[in-house]
């Protein structure tokens, strides 16, 4: 129940200016249903009118009223009631609380405050304190499973706001480029990404909103409730509104949030433990007949781990201890995990809030330090944010939003051969690597784990450079990835009331960020030193004019909107890296660079100018009916065609009005149509060379790989969308079900083509994609006593995307490929086919299904032409519960996806490498596998023989199976369903009572316990890698893992302040 | 309930889009919207050590051996990408020869379409003795023809002859500038059309020997290279940007993965080949030059085998692309074969001592190795020695050596690693059955029986 002095916060938002003649006093008292105390902060307002007053702290009124008079008592977090006063002078009422907010107020696009109901399109809104739950590291992340039709594919926690991709109803785009829109109290702001799909994972820049800030998230899902954003709206908008300082009263606030969360790595890919580095069962020995560890492999196909005594790495480094000493041969089971530290998320929060009369005004302050799961990682964020809004007149309001971010931040490696993926990869199941941890001994030399072969005459290793891989350690510390960026968003406003129904507002809203990235490989490491260093600066400008008219007329309403937008872009950016070494240790400049540097420098400009209307039609709160127009000007389109229109239609049906029927609270048609128009990113429609390497004097130029071209015109999406919204048993039930379908015509994209052609790809208007799907939320209240609430929300969407045609004579798009060791997989699309088709190699079958084998009993394989159906998931939502007994709550949230699939290039080499499990089974003849075959070793391999057509049922070395054929080439072996549940986060919580805070200075405290990621609940694919995050870097689609950060779970607690 | 009407004037602003932008807006200020002929042409130049330097073609011709991953040297049937020739070095050579806007200012307009045309031949030349019949008369039209059709590999030999022939007549006196490997030199450029319609020429000496024949007469009469002075060298620089492939995997990626073949030493180390020296350094182990056995995948052989030796991984290594040695192995073979006239054994043995010239840079070591067991000339045995020492001049050319080997079937002791036997072909690129599929489909169905195999032979191959 809220409590009296939290609503008192919550006062009216209406000013009174005069008052006409009045007949009569009323007055009341107004009251709570579920437990009969008295409401302070009501709203009592006179029907038809903007006049009225508050109940006061006792809950009590007086409102002088004509006769006839309809009174509106309404109250946030209570369904508002309306009481004819007839001859009543004392009206006492109670109200009820309201689970879902049936007069919801939304914010829709262009931040225009629209009641739920009369939207004819779905939108779902998810409030910031569900968001803020366990301090996710990339707020956007916590959207995971809680809207329906949205998926989040996220990072590990060791990436400290890594990537989260966000996919409104699915694959919108044929090139994949389909992030939504992401909007802070009406700014766009931009969500690009720096990382590529290895190295460190800068994350998305749509996390630079303070969470603590976010009132409330809405997701305006598909074209038709974003058409007034236009083209960057088309694949949804993600529209965040952040908390305000209330008017009334001269009052502040002060609100004080900490958490402390510690992080650690888990979830580990079990690996073998049994043979060590190598390549054979047996050791070389030296002249001398010591037996050495095969320190030049990276693999784990070595002798026994059995205790022998060896020479291992160590014992070639003159400083170490162990020089010249034989040591026992034995596993290090938990080498990898030994290489993680516990991290830790401090967050610190303050925010002060407050207003008068005419003001508002709310500051916020954040510092956010995560200290990585990975040595010497770090992320440090600053956030302050300013809101405040003044009335100048009674007519003129003049309001502003600035939000000023800094992140700093050293950040893992991850991805292919980057960073400590490798460790599943490539590695020496006998490295004990707290051994490696100090990585340079006292006269500077490195220690490496990877270095060339001891000579065996003189039983020394000359050259003690590292060979393929750098010791993990010496990559943390020297060979480090720093990124700094500051960023500014928000938006300086006026509104002019010119009548009581008619505002005019303009806004000048911008972007800015600048970010830096700084790559450092050091000295002594097996890579040329290098240096290479960024800048990236982005400046997005929105001026905007609206002019809003709403009024009723007895049963009808109106609600008109004209307005009109300039977006401005500019970014640029230079970048810069040594080539062929750098001059000086530790001097990390490109004035270090041995040869002329690789420099970039880099310029793009867009404009986009557009005019739109929508109006709004009401009839007795039962019938509603939208349409909109907009326009848009594309500075990127050919100039004789860049100007283009599209409309959206929307109308809904409150049925529930229309029937007397009890049990049924409320109930909701609703259906749209919408369009929205897309161009492309600017120089795309003329010819430009590409400037090739300087050889000597003579600087080359080429002809670039794609193809621009001059007729693009710009390309629509069609949706269509039906649902329906029910509440029962007074709003203790709520289901919302919605269909859409939508249609991506002449969608822009740089086809592949064949290189024959003289181009790798060109820019066409291609095609049709076209999505349909189902989304289906249920919410409830299963459990009320008076003590004890349980609500629960679930949530379930199913998305298919078909390519239904491509271009003349071309039926594939190849989103993306990966090729590892001279064999590529492909991400296509196939015309007929649903999206995103993985392709890869798989096992040669004859008719029967049975595998073939080449002469030596191998399993032959396809080219990479097989196609092993989509990536995409069959169905995606999330499960959200919170109780709440006594002063107790406990928040769980559940996320799921079923179906999809990956690659995973992790589990492939584990095999190849000899360090996964399956390589030291035990076989059907009771051996290792890994045992010769003359001596029941082998593995066994079942199928028919290519050449003769003869079945084989023999036994084949381990070895040359796993690394050489299938570890390798056999793609098919290594792709994995991605479904899963997955608890993503548990909050226990206590507030303080009333009887405990009256002898503090507080008005409220809290305090929680909270726990990010504790349990993967049930996966398909094999333990040590997670479905969820597979989102590598910036490809939108996630289709391959290629080296994982490690899963990262925390548990902390929270404290929360007001005062 | 009382209700007025509000008489409104809406008086609203409307930002109208106006579709009218500033001009340059749209303009790519980041790259050039123009370039000159050679500095295509010299792009194109910057693709020519990768005709030659990869370990897939040191490979097929067994040069080398795979030392610590061996994967790739066990002839996997895999796919193998030309794209990269098309998109790159042909387009812009093509944007060269279509142009109609060249400017005289860097030489002779007909030059640079001379050049231009050389370089597209010898590249299309490398490109269809790889994987046989490849999309040519209809390629590089950009968005005038995605999917361009295969050639056969005859029809576009005929072709290149052509080609070749009036790139030679359209040559005029004046130098162009930015040439990377001729320093402008039209006269060398001449010879160059003439040695590779030469060279190309021997190809058909199964398939077609009388066309063969013709154009071998043809080439040599219109004047081929006379001594190393006109090869065609790719000379990379002591610039990172500019550097040989095999310096950045071995020197600056510590890939020490490539090995002497035993096949190579065993063939140079008994004659005392005054180039073994060159090729590879003596294992570290012993200080002999050791061989490793070809396609094994035992026993990692850096320490025990002979490595590439120091001038082969140098930084500014050149690259030997076309050379005086092979114009006179290819006279030696040619008056075997009766196309010409000539003195076998001393076109031999002055093709030998250009070779050694060209890698040792002086005649050491010459006479004795010219009078070595096998070595010194033997009229009965005349076509193997010729071929067997061409490969062994080949050296680290090995996709030109694995031609040569394809056709003449020298030096007959290559070995089949793990059963898998020398592949006779490259197969197109996976991409090829995507982007390209009815075109694609048709021309392993007319080659190769509907079978994409490494194994498939080309139209001279037989």
Not at chain 1, 462 to 488: G, H, I, K, Q, V
Not at chain 1, 620 to 642: G, V
Not at chain 1, 944 to 970: F, K, L, P
């Amino acid at each position: 129940m809220k409590n009296k002095i939290t609503i008192l916060v919550f006062m009216a938002l209406f000013q009174f200016t005069s008052m006409v003649a009045q007949e009569k006093t009323v007055t009341g008292t107004i009251t709570s249903s579920a437990d009969g105390l008295t409401l302070p902060g009501v709203n009592v307002i006179l029907k038809g009118t903007n006049q009225g007053t508050v109940t006061d702290m006792d809950g009590k009124f007086t409102l002088m009223v004509p006769d006839n008079a309809t009174l509106v008592f309404s109250s946030l977090g209570f369904a508002t009631r309306e009481v004819q006063v007839g001859n009543q002078l004392v009206i006492n009422i109670s109200l009820t609380e309201d689970l879902e907010g049936l007069d919801e107020v939304v914010v829709t696009a262009l931040g225009i405050s629209r009641e739920k109901k009369s939207l004819g399109y779905a939108t779902q809104e998810v409030a910031g304190e569900d968001l803020n739950l366990t301090n996710e590291q990339n707020v956007l992340g916590s959207l995971s499973g809680r809207v329906a039709g949205v998926q989040v594919v996220g990072s590990s926690g060791a990436s400290m706001g890594g990537t989260q991709k966000i996919k409104i109803r699915g694959v919108n785009s044929i090139g994949g480029g389909d992030q939504p829109l992401i909007v802070v109290d009406g700014t766009p702001i931009s969500n690009a990404n720096f990382s590529g799909s290895d190295q460190a994972d800068y994350g998305n820049l749509g996390q630079d909103v303070n969470p603590a800030d976010i009132e409330s998230v809405n997701v305006l899902k598909g074209p038709a409730a974003s058409a007034l954003y236009g083209i960057r709206g088309q694949y949804g908008v993600i529209m965040i509104t952040t908390k305000k300082g209330k008017k009334g009263p001269k009052d502040i606030n002060v609100q004080i949030n900490s958490s402390f969360a510690i992080e650690e790595a888990f979830n580990f890919m079990p690996l073998q433990n049994e043979f060590g580095a190598g390549s054979s069962l047996s050791f070389s020995t030296l002249a001398n007949g010591d037996p050495y560890v095969a320190v030049n492999w990276d693999e784990s196909w070595g002798p026994r781990m059995d205790g022998t005594p060896v020479r291992q790495v160590f014992s070639f480094y003159p400083q170490d201890p162990t020089y010249g000493q034989l040591t026992p041969f034995v596993p290090h089971p938990d080498n990898i995990k030994d290489y993680y530290e516990t991290g830790y998320n401090l967050n610190n929060g303050v925010t002060v809030s407050g207003g008068n009369e005419n003001s508002t005004f709310r500051l916020s302050l954040n510092d956010t330090k995560i200290g990585g799961v990975e040595p010497n990682t770090y992320l440090n964020r600053n956030n302050v944010g300013l809101d405040a809004s003044l009335d100048l007149t009674n007519n003129l309001i003049v309001s502003t939003n600035v939000n000023y971010a800094t992140n700093n931040a050293r950040r893992p490696q991850q991805g292919s051969e980057h960073g400590t993926g490798y460790f599943v990869q490539w590695f020496q199941r006998n490295i004990d690597m707290n051994r490696l941890r100090d990585y340079q001994y006292p006269d500077g030399t490195y220690l490496s784990w990877n270095v060339r072969s001891p000579n065996t005459t003189t039983g020394e290793i000359a050259n003690l450079n590292p060979l393929y891989w750098n010791n993990p350690f010496f990559d943390a510390y020297e060979n480090t990835s720093e990124d700094r960026r500051n960023r500014f968003f928000g938006n300086v406003g006026l509104r002019y009331k010119i009548l009581p129904e008619l505002e005019l507002s303009a806004f000048v809203r911008s972007d800015m960020f600048t970010q830096n990235i700084e790559n450092r490989t050091a000295f002594g490491g097996r890579r040329l030193p290098a240096y290479s260093v960024g800048k990236y600066e982005n400046q997005e400008m929105n001026y905007e004019l609206l002019a809003q008219y709403t009024n009723r007329w007895d049963d009808f309403s109106l609600n008109v909107n004209v307005g009109g937008n300039i977006y401005d872009r500019r970014y640029s950016y230079l970048s810069m890296g040594t080539v062929g070494g750098l001059s000086a240790p530790g001097f990390y400049n490109i004035d270090a660079s041995i040869d002329r540097p690789s420099t970039t420098s880099y310029l793009l400009r867009k404009q986009i100018r557009s005019g739109f209307g929508m109006a709004s039609v009401g009839f007795r709160d039962t019938y509603f009916l939208d349409a909109s127009l907009r326009n848009d000007n594309s500075s990127a389109l050919p100039e004789n065609n860049n100007s283009y229109w599209y409309p959206s239609v929307s109308g809904s049906l409150v049925f529930s009005e229309l029937t007397n029927w009890e049990t049924l609270s409320f109930g909701k048609l609703r259906a749209s149509y919408a369009q929205a128009g897309s161009d492309l990113n600017p120089y795309q429609t003329t010819m430009a060379y590409g400037v090739g390497t300087v050889y000597g004097n003579t600087n080359t130029l080429f002809v670039p790989d794609n193809l621009n071209n001059p007729n693009i015109e710009p390309s629509f999406a069609h949706s269509y969308e039906a649902g329906i919204e029910l509440r029962f048993f007074g709003n203790r039930l709520g289901m919302d079900f919605t269909y859409y379908e939508q249609k991506n015509k002449n969608q822009i994209i740089s086809l592949d083509v064949s290189g024959t052609s003289g181009y790798g790809s060109s820019t066409i208007n291609a095609g049709l994609i076209e999505n349909e799907g189902v989304e289906f939320t249920l919410t409830g209240r299963p459990l009320q006593t008076e003590n004890f609430h349980w609500d629960a929300t679930f949530n379930i969407s199913r998305n298919r995307s078909m390519v239904v045609e491509l271009a003349p004579g071309i039926d594939v798009y190849t989103y993306g490929s990966t090729t590892y060791s001279g064999v590529t997989s492909y991400l296509n699309s196939y015309v007929g086919q649903p999206f995103g088709s993985l392709i890869g190699q798989a096992y040669q079958r004859d008719d029967a299904g049975n595998i073939l084998l080449d002469n030596s009993n191998m399993p032959l394989y396809t080219d990479a032409t097989h196609n092993f159906g989509s990536v995409l998931p069959d169905f995606t939502g999330g499960f959200q519960n919170t109780i709440r007994f006594g002063n107790f709550n406990l928040g769980a949230m559940i996320d799921f996806q079923g179906g999809g699939q990956f690659f995973s290039r992790s589990k492939m080499l584990a095999v190849r490498t000899g360090q996964d499990p399956i390589t030291v089974a035990i076989n059907e003849r009771g051996s290792s596998v890994r045992d010769p075959l003359d001596q029941g070793g082998g593995v066994r391999v079942i199928g028919v023989s290519a050449a003769t057509g003869e079945n084989v049922d023999a036994y084949v070395d381990a070895r040359s199976y796993y690394r050489n054929v299938v570890g390798r080439r056999i793609y098919e072996e290594w792709l994995y369903d991605a479904s899963y549940v997955k608890l993503r986060e548990v909050r226990l919580g206590y507030n303080f009572g009333e009887s405990i805070l009256s002898k503090t200075p507080f008005k409220t405290a809290g305090i929680a316990l909270i726990a990010r990621n504790p349990l993967m609940i049930w996966q398909n694919a094999p333990k040590g890698i997670d479905p969820s995050e597979i989102s590598t870097g910036s490809q939108s689609i996630s289709w391959y893992e290629s080296g994982q950060l490690v899963s990262v779970r925390s548990y902390g607690v929270n404290l929360n302040i007001t005062f | 309930m009382k209700n007025r009407y509000i008489i409104l004037l809406l008086v609203s602003f409307l930002v109208m889009g106006c579709d009218k932008f500033d001009d340059e807006i749209n303009t790519n200020p980041n790259l050039p919207s123009e370039a000159s002929g050679t500095q295509l042409i010299a792009n194109a130049q910057l693709w020519l050590p990768g005709l030659s330097s990869s370990p897939q073609g040191q490979f097929l011709a067994q040069y080398l051996a795979e030392t610590q991953y061996v994967g790739v040297s066990l002839y996997p049937q895999q796919s193998t990408s030309f794209y990269g020739y098309y998109q790159g070095p042909l387009m812009n050579l093509q944007e060269v020869i279509n142009s109609e806007s060249l400017s005289g200012v860097q030489g002779p307009v007909a030059n640079q379409k001379a050049v231009a045309k050389i370089l597209k031949a010898y590249f299309f030349w490398n490109i269809t003795d790889r994987w046989g019949d490849v999309p040519y008369s209809e390629a590089l039209k950009g968005s005038d023809n995605f999917t361009p059709a295969y050639d056969t590999q005859e029809s576009i030999y005929n072709d290149l002859f052509l080609e070749l022939k009036e790139a030679n007549d359209m040559i005029v006196s004046g130098s162009i500038s930015n040439d990377l490997v001729y320093g402008g030199n039209m006269t060398k450029w001449k010879k160059l059309a003439n040695t590779v319609r030469m060279l190309m020429a021997l190809r058909l000496s199964e398939v077609d020997p009388a066309k063969g024949k013709a154009e071998f007469i043809a080439a040599m009469e219109d004047g081929v290279f006379t001594s190393n002075e006109d090869n065609l060298v790719f000379r990379h620089l002591e610039d990172a940007n500019n550097q040989n492939y095999w310096f950045s995997q071995v020197v600056n990626q510590n890939r020490e993965w490539w090995a002497l073949s035993e096949n190579l030493v065993d063939m140079m180390k008994p004659v005392d080949d005054p180039r073994l020296s060159v090729y590879g350094d003596p294992a570290r182990e012993s200080g002999e030059f050791i061989g490793r056995p070809y396609g094994q995948e035992d026993n990692l052989g850096t320490e025990e085998h002979s490595l590439l030796g120091s001038d082969i991984i140098a930084q500014d290594a050149p690259v030997y692309l076309v050379t005086y040695a092979q114009v006179l192995f290819a006279m030696a073979e040619a008056v075997e074969l009766d196309w010409i006239e000539g003195d076998t054994e001393e076109l031999y043995k002055e093709a030998i001592k250009q070779s050694i010239l060209q890698w040792t840079g002086s005649d050491a070591g010459l006479e004795e190795f010219l009078n070595a067991a096998g070595i010194s000339f033997d009229g009965d045995n005349a076509l193997e020695q010729i071929a067997v020492q061409r490969y062994v001049h080949l050296f680290m050319h090995g996709y030109e050596a694995w031609a040569e080997w394809r056709r003449t079937g020298f030096p007959d002791d290559l070995v089949s690693p793990a059963g898998a036997a020398v592949p006779t072909r490259l197969s197109y690129p996976d991409n090829e059955a995507f982007t390209n599929a009815t075109n694609y489909k048709a021309a392993i169905d007319r080659q190769f029986g509907g079978d994409d195999s490494i194994y498939g032979k080309v139209w001279w191959d037989n």
